[in-house]
């Protein structure tokens, strides 16, 4: 399994950046996680439209689907110009009226992904996350190897048990600890390096950072607690598990 960020930050890009985003790769097939602002032209340092096998939506809030449009788009004019058509599958949960907005005509399908178990090489499992909007963790395993992307979450004790022995735990970071508990939804890079920590993974990488600050310092938070390898995630840069 390869896993590379394609962005990292929450609510919208930086400049010539992009939304928290992740390429998740296992023998030739490609997973999109999550498609926020920016997300589509990242993508496309790594690989080509076509080439892109499956898309997981978390929630719907924009920061996370914000480039489904324009992925849709694309998918047309590809499908035009391909001399065979293929349809790219969007996973999401189907709590709301958006969830039909992933179909679009025979270029993309929405798929209720809380009824979905394996997507392509990869075994997948689902836990609703404390967000104010429905929003779901992923736990994805492939060949002995497992990796647990938290999405969007203030701190949700379920979370432990969910990520348990995790070879990597990609936990959103959006809060200095100086706003732990003011502002719903999100965590601290204290609580992330805690979650670490309780379920025993091996690696923990932080994304969906803050604007201000200094982001680093959600590291340091973060080791307060989990002694292993932990780190900001790093657009473009592969994290390889065999």
Same mark, same amino acid.
């Given at each position: 399994m390869n896993i590379i960020p394609l962005g990292i930050w929450g609510g919208y890009p930086k400049a010539n950046s992009a939304t928290s985003s992740f390429l998740i790769e296992e023998g030739g097939f490609?997973?999109?996680f999550d498609c926020g602002s920016g997300v589509l032209s990242s993508l496309?340092?790594?690989i080509h439209i076509q080439q892109l096998d499956a898309v997981i939506v978390t929630h719907y809030h924009h920061d996370h689907i914000a480039d489904i449009g324009a992925l849709q788009y694309a998918k047309l004019i590809q499908n035009q110009l391909a001399d065979e058509k293929k349809t790219l599958p969007i996973y999401a949960h189907n709590r709301e009226d958006s969830f039909q907005t992933l #179909?679009?005509?025979d270029h993309t399908k929405a798929v209720d992904? #809380?009824? #979905?178990?394996q997507i392509g090489p990869f075994a997948i499992q689902t836990?609703? #996350?404390n967000h104010p909007v429905y929003c779901?963790?992923?736990r994805i395993e492939a060949n002995g190897k497992s990796v647990v992307l938290t999405a969007d979450t203030g701190w949700e004790p379920a979370l432990i048990d969910f990520s348990e022995k995790a070879d990597l735990l990609i936990s959103e970071a959006n809060l200095y600890?100086?706003?732990e508990g003011q502002i719903p939804g999100h965590m601290t890079g204290r609580q992330a390096g805690l979650l670490a920590k309780e379920a025993d993974v091996e690696q923990l990488l932080l994304t969906h950072l803050p604007h201000f600050g200094e982001a680093e310092d959600l590291v340091?938070?973060?080791q307060r607690h989990f002694s292993k390898n932990v780190s900001l995630a790093q657009p473009g840069k592969s994290y390889p598990f065999v």
């Open positions: 490609r997973l999109l496309q340092n790594h #179909t679009f005509k992904i #809380t009824q #979905t178990n836990i609703k #996350t779901l963790a992923v600890m100086q706003y340091k938070e973060a």
